[in-house]
């Protein structure tokens, strides 16, 4: 047991991946100087999801958020390219854009008044003949990040110069993520109904690895089988369950399979509904099936509509419908911002069942998610006692298989998703 | 509605007074206290609509919400706190109304209640057991409008929202009734 007055240790002794073993210390969820080395060597260096390209649609379009503790600004700029900056002054270091969201061609800082451009550029100083001769506004302009990727839409941003490409940085999980935007008939998802806001009193790894967890939801959604149960369906469907009866939901909840990707990527997959496709169903839904089908045959369908769950490394989650990013504030303190999707091209009432079905499980009021988030609490109380020290992630350890491209298959139940999520932390942290 | 010159009749019917309309917040928000939701499901018309908007939204269509509940979702948010083990409502919140600022806009059959509501929650763990979120005194102040609709000789709810302060901010657990 290591002597609690002088905590030292290793990073790489973090997370212990040897043979058989898989232990990750608890510390990575408390200490504060860990947390601190995480804000640079995690979220500095990965690719990190800023925003959604239909969120800032025009010219002059901006919306704010982080990277780690990094105030950020996503501006489109006029000719429509979107740029990344660092949400801070140059001159005395003061957040220049103080809005979520918004519509502006220039950013001015409020404490002095130095004014950017959409673009970054800083285009006028008050008072600038007092700077001496060297002063140069072109080298004053809001520090961009190193590169900016978008992929169908969804815009990531990295720190980091010597960052792969973004699709390399995807990998094997690049097919997935095609998928989860394949269900637009369109190919494109907008993000145009809101959010959900939350925050709890835990670790952001926690929301992370439980977006992939195939194992928590008999326990700490039980009362939400139960509402099925009694209930149904009626109120808005969760997930790819036909039926409803709890022995059945217990028994689907079997099926399935989670996966590992190289870089930290995870996934947890439910199959299709068990009554299947049927694309000669009446109505909106065969509607929408048809669609896609006509896009991209009747074999691709059965590749594309089961649910996947897709954690894209640190702390960014596409799943049931929805964009969930995971915003660390503290190690002991993350705010969460959900936002559901909607499909171009389905028809509205398939995007008002998918409406339906979200609410009734996600968000602070929700049926579902407020469930999660209790035991992120309660998992962040028993870490203080830390002496224990490891927290287990073998389930599964020896029934998962390799299926190249550096990625791993287990039971629906098992930790495989969390495992590869803790390699890249672990990687990340002792580089 | 069209009103009579008798500033007490609607159209020739009682209008809702303002200690009617006090009387019924009043009681609606013991009801949510005392946790006798069973009777607060029936304060609400067949169509009654219950809704807590998480930003400025038109209509709770247009944007996702935090409570959007028509009455079968109503149903199955008191079965959820009271029939299940929702592990976010166990233990349970406590909660304390106050009600103020009611203003009537009198009509028939429906009738305009506008207050303002600070709700108090906590989460108590009971003794010295506590872990993170648990023990905290929470306060949400709303802005809150309750549509009345005259029916089947009572007033009901065709219509409560509740404007949160902090609707559009990063907000905790907010799965017990209010």
């Known amino acids: ?431 | 509605m069209k009103k009579t010159a008798h500033p007490e009749l609607v159209e020739g019917r009682a209008a809702l007074s303002k200690d009617e309309a006090e009387a019924f917040l009043y009681r609606e928000a013991r009801l949510l206290d005392e946790r006798r939701f069973d009777e607060w499901l029936m304060l609400f018309t067949a169509d009654g609509l219950y809704w807590v908007p998480a930003e400025d939204s038109p209509d709770p269509y247009a944007k996702v919400s935090l409570i959007h509940d028509d009455a079968l979702r109503r149903e199955e948010r008191v079965f959820r706190i009271t029939r299940t083990t929702a592990h976010s409502q166990d233990p349970a919140s406590r909660t304390l109304h106050l009600v103020s600022n009611v203003e009537v806009e009198a009509g028939w059959p429906e009738a305009v209640v506008r207050s303002n509501q600070i709700v108090t929650e906590i989460r108590a763990g009971g003794g010295n057991y506590r872990h993170y979120e648990l023990g905290e005194q929470r306060l949400l102040a709303a802005r809150c409008e309750h549509r009345l609709r005259h029916e089947s000789g009572a007033w009901r709810i065709a219509r409560k929202t509740m404007w949160l302060l902090n609707r559009d901010m990063p907000i905790g657990n907010l799965t017990f009734i209010f």
């Open chain 1, 1 to 431: 047991m290591r002597n609690r007055d002088e905590l030292r240790y290793d990073l790489d002794e973090l997370v212990i991946d040897a043979g058989d073993d898989f232990r990750v210390n608890g510390l990575m969820y408390t200490d504060p100087h860990i947390f601190e080395i995480e804000m640079e060597r995690i979220f500095g260096r990965s690719w990190v999801y800023v925003a959604h390209a239909s969120e800032i649609p025009n010219p002059f379009d901006f919306k704010t958020t982080t990277i780690g503790l990094r105030p950020v600004i996503v501006s489109r700029a006029e000719n429509g390219d979107i740029h990344v900056l660092l949400n801070r002054c140059r001159h005395r270091g003061s957040v220049v854009c103080r809005f979520e969201t918004g519509n502006a061609r220039f950013h001015s800082c409020r404490y002095h008044g130095w004014t950017y451009g959409a673009d970054g550029a800083l285009v006028s100083v008050p008072q600038e003949g007092a700077y001496p001769k060297s002063f140069d506004k072109s080298r004053l302009g809001l520090m961009p990040v190193a590169r900016v990727a978008n992929y169908r839409g969804l815009i990531f941003a990295t720190l980091a110069e010597d960052a792969p490409d973004f699709v390399s940085y995807l990998g094997a999980a690049k097919r997935f993520l095609d998928y989860q935007l394949d269900h637009s008939p369109a190919g494109e998802i907008v993000l145009n109904r809101g959010a959900h806001r939350t925050e709890y009193q835990g670790n952001w790894k926690f929301q992370i690895e439980n977006s992939t967890d195939g194992y928590h939801g008999n326990t700490v959604h039980e009362s939400f089988w139960k509402l099925m149960h009694e209930f149904g369906n009626r109120g808005g469907q969760h997930g790819n369950y036909a039926a409803t009866d709890i022995r059945k939901i217990l028994k689907r909840r079997e099926q399935g399979a989670v996966y590992g990707f190289e870089n930290g990527h995870a996934m947890l997959e439910y199959p299709l509904p068990e009554t299947g496709l049927d694309t000669k169903a009446p109505g909106p839904q065969g509607d929408y099936l048809r669609a896609l089908e006509a896009k991209h045959g009747r074999a691709a369908l059965d590749l594309i509509m089961p649910q996947y769950n897709l954690t894209i490394f640190p702390n960014v989650g596409i799943l049931l419908d929805q964009i969930r990013v995971v915003r660390p504030i503290a190690p002991d303190r993350t705010e969460v911002t959900i936002q559901l999707y909607d499909l171009a091209g389905a028809p509205e009432a398939v995007n008002r069942q998918r409406f339906e079905g979200y609410e009734r499980f996600f968000g602070p009021s929700s049926f579902g998610s407020p469930d999660d988030v209790e035991m992120f609490a309660i998992n962040q109380t028993g870490l203080q006692a830390k002496e224990v020290e490891w927290l287990v992630l073998t389930r599964g350890l020896e029934r998962e298989r390799a299926d190249g491209d550096g990625v791993r298959i287990g039971h629906v139940t098992d930790e495989t998703p969390q495992r590869a999520f803790h390699r890249a932390w672990k990687k990340a942290m002792a580089a």
